[in-house]
């Protein structure tokens, strides 16, 4: 069974350009999470979808952060315009509903500069 | 704030020996318990996870959790050095978001 795929890998962008990443979850995980994790921290939850709803947003910071999940399986994250602080590793996740394990994809590095 | 808490380490241990992480948490809603295991520069893998009070055993592994002392434990037997990683507790109440600790270092030693 193939895992969670997130690309691109690795992004670096100067500040104040726009970026986006994108993830296809395990198959049949109707629940989808992007977290963000900074060096030395654990992940943090910025949105999560039930199939495509998004139910919980509220650590999303919505001025310059978008996602979507048109159809129920992939997602895509934006962030508009990129800022220093948003140099992270951005995880996508994956359950088969919101009361499962979670299974994590290989993140997203993003730089910017 | 829902606090996770763990010690940073980092927890040195001599191969074949017991590695013992700890965490505690404070929102006493939650219900489900996940530890997962992290090298460097690669995502988070879930390793174990708990739902009920008491000891799970799966390998090398066992997790332990007490919800009234709000305390949940990963032990590893006999540690290899490739159990050499960040070990992150991870708490979720109605099994929704995961919060997350800062992970503990372990560094198995040959």
New interface residues.
């Given amino acids: 069974e193939a895992g969670v795929v997130q690309s691109p890998r690795y992004k670096i962008i100067e500040k104040k350009q726009p970026v986006a990443f994108w993830c296809n979850p395990i198959s049949g995980h109707n629940t989808l999470?992007w977290y963000l994790q900074n060096l030395?921290?654990?992940?943090?939850?910025l949105i999560?979808y039930e199939n495509e709803e998004a139910v919980?947003d509220s650590q999303l910071p919505k001025d310059r952060f978008s996602a979507e999940r048109l159809k129920g399986v992939d997602s895509t994250l934006k962030i508009q315009p990129a800022e220093l602080g948003d140099s992270a590793?951005y995880?996508c996740a994956s359950s088969l509903g919101?009361?499962?394990?979670?299974?994590?994809?290989?993140?997203t590095r993003l730089t910017v500069l | 704030q829902k606090e996770?808490e763990q010690n940073?380490g980092p927890l040195s241990v001599p191969e074949g020996a017991i590695a013992s992480l700890n965490c505690t948490y404070s929102d006493r809603g939650s219900q489900?318990f996940?530890w997962?295991r992290q090298y460097s520069g690669?995502?988070?893998?879930?390793i174990m996870?708990i739902y009920s009070n008491g000891d799970k055993e799966d390998g090398r592994f066992t997790a332990q959790l007490n919800k009234a002392s709000q305390y949940v434990s990963l032990l590893i037997r006999d540690s290899q050095p490739s159990d050499s990683a960040t070990y992150?507790c991870?708490v979720?109440n109605?099994?929704?978001?995961?919060n997350?600790?800062?992970?503990t270092s372990l560094l198995v030693t040959p």
């Fill in positions: 999470y030395g921290q654990g992940p943090e939850l999560r919980d590793v995880l919101g009361q499962r394990e979670q299974f994590f994809g290989p993140g | 996770v940073s489900s996940f997962y690669k995502s988070p893998e879930l996870f992150l991870a979720s109605s099994g929704y978001a995961l997350f600790g800062k992970g």
